[in-house]
Nanobody
Framework: VQVVESGGGSVQAGDSMNLSCTSS????????MGWYRQAPGKERELVAL????????TYADSVKGRFTISIDNSDYTLYLQMNNLKLEDTAEYFC?????????WGQGTQVTVSP
């Protein structure tokens, strides 16, 4: 399985942005997908997670009520709708897939929120 992120960029605080993550390869082996982020000087942290059948979602407390994770089961495209962005949301955002054979990471997409 390979995953590739897109949709990052620069926005102002309060704006919205949608990230996408396309999957390829043996996507039928994907159990769950998620978004992580890493700000400069900080550890990578979970932003949101969703099971492949959309039964369960998990969000970091810092993004609850502002971010929404979703998945298109037809092609395992993952989305992250981010509303009311804050300065502290600035980070490199990584797509992640948990498969039968291990974990897969994308290369990341930068999200920068300015005042």
């Amino acid at each position: 399985v390979q995953v590739v992120e897109s949709g990052g960029g620069s926005v102002q605080a309060g704006d919205s942005m949608n990230l996408s993550c396309t999957s390829s390869g043996t996507t039928f082996t994907i159990n769950a997908m998620g978004w992580y982020r890493q700000a400069p000087g900080k550890e990578r942290e979970l932003v949101a997670l969703i099971t492949s059948g959309r039964e369960h979602t998990t969000y970091a407390d810092s993004v609850k009520g502002r971010f929404t994770i979703s998945i298109d089961n037809s092609d395992y495209t993952l989305y992250l709708q981010m509303n009311n962005l804050k300065l502290e949301d600035t980070a490199e955002y990584f797509c992640h897939a948990a498969t039968w054979t291990g974990l897969v990471w994308g290369q990341g997409t930068q999200v920068t929120v300015s005042p």
